[in-house]
């Protein structure tokens, strides 16, 4: 079991992908910034996980035309 499929269709669109990834590190600045350094590590990690999972994890799908 994945926290978050990186190949679900939702995920196909590249915005989508990079929307995810900059809302969790934009959390993790404002967390940092507010002082609660756990919430921003744990959001820090999770967009990491996300910048993995999507660039260097996930399988393409092939378009057969």
């Given amino acids: 079991m994945n926290l ?3 190949n679900h269709p939702f995920f196909e669109l590249l915005w989508r992908r990079l929307a ?3 809302v969790c590190l934009g959390w993790a600045a404002l967390e940092f ?3 609660s350094p756990f919430w921003g590590i744990l959001f820090g990690t999770l967009g990491l996980y996300c910048i993995y999972g999507f660039f260097f994890i996930r399988k393409e799908k092939k378009h057969s035309e």
């Fill in 33 to 35: 910034y507010q002082a």
């Fill in 20 to 22: 995810v990834i900059a």
């Fill in 4 to 6: 978050i499929d990186f």
